[in-house]
């Protein structure tokens, strides 16, 4: 799980949920200020860093990094931005119900609009607007997200 010492997990653990999971299992209970089983997706800041300052600070597994950061709508680093690609795309469970939204970014180098596309692509995962009653916290709700951001591809 590439430099993530400070998570004890046993030996074979592979971290590979689908986006059901990642929604229902770790964003709504982590939404709702309730503790997730492993407790081995980590709270990060996310835009201060470029997408190659992420290696140690988030869980990673196999070319993918996973972690909670803040709803921001300053998605700038220091050597560019993150800019959105397509439409929200809805994350249902086994049972057709939507249960979040999913929304993919591409790092761009430089001054946005003008930026230089990169191979490095996020997914921010949020809830829907259903899930309103199902949080404690509406101040929280739709504030947190899981990103899995793939490693790029040369």
């Not at 597994?61 to 709508?73: D, I, L, M, P, V």
């Not at 970014?105 to 997914?123: D, H, L, R, S, Y």
């Amino acid at each position: 799980m590439g430099d993530n010492s400070n998570v004890n997990l046993p030996p074979g653990f592979r971290f590979y949920p689908t986006d059901e999971e990642l929604v229902v299992h770790f964003l709504q209970r982590k939404a709702a200020l309730l503790p997730c089983h492993p407790d081995v997706i980590p709270d990060l800041d996310l835009y201060p860093y470029d997408p190659w300052e992420l290696d140690g600070k988030a869980l990673g597994e196999g070319n993918q990094w996973y972690f909670f950061s803040r709803r921001t709508q300053n998605r700038n680093t220091s050597n560019g931005y993150w800019k959105p690609m397509g439409v929200d795309e809805p994350v249902v469970n086994s049972t057709s119900k939507k249960v979040g939204m999913k929304k993919y970014f591409v790092f761009c180098i430089g001054e946005a609009p003008t930026g230089i596309k990169t191979n490095w692509v996020m997914q921010e995962y949020h809830l829907s607007d259903c899930d309103s009653s199902s949080s404690r916290s509406s101040k929280r709700r739709g504030r947190s997200k899981i990103v899995s951001i793939p490693l790029p591809y040369y």
